[in-house]
């Protein structure tokens, strides 16, 4: 079971931190990701994170968003700063079965067993 937190409205430039409270059966080194659903377009993966805590970002938000997980919490993080209108989307994490995740960048849905109902997160002036 995932859940996640954090979302909410803020200007561009403004920071949020999203969590992701994780319970049940996902395993400590498995691969989790955030992907995010923007307003008419398809959901997408922004960030991943191995099992051995190496994360990925795809171009976009490189430099601005951090993915982290606490294993002694259960809970996986995004970190967002500098955010721009074109982040506003339902942001969701996702928890895989595997040890390595694949690319955000080249992710499917289906790639991932375990999800969150999703946060919004809105940024505007």
């Known amino acids: 079971h995932l859940a996640e937190s954090g979302g909410g409205s803020v200007k561009p430039g403004g920071s949020l931190r999203l969590s992701c409270a994780v319970s049940?059966?996902?395993?400590?080194?498995?691969?989790m990701a955030w992907f995010r659903q923007r307003p008419g377009k398809e959901r997408e993966g922004v960030a991943s994170?191995?099992?051995?805590?190496?994360?990925t970002y795809i171009d976009s938000v490189k430099g601005r968003f951090s993915i982290s997980k606490d294993d002694a919490a259960n809970t996986l993080y995004l970190q967002m700063s500098f955010l721009r209108p074109e982040d506003t989307a339902i942001y969701y994490c996702?928890?895989?079965?595997?040890?390595?995740?694949?690319?955000?960048?080249?992710?499917?849905?289906?790639?991932?067993?375990?999800w969150g109902q999703g946060t919004q997160v809105a940024v505007s002036a």
């Open positions: 996702a928890a895989s079965n595997r040890y390595w995740c694949p690319h955000p960048r080249d992710s499917d849905t289906s790639e991932y067993s375990y």
């Open positions: 049940g059966s996902t395993g400590d080194d498995h691969c």
């Open positions: 994170i191995n099992g051995n805590k190496t994360p």
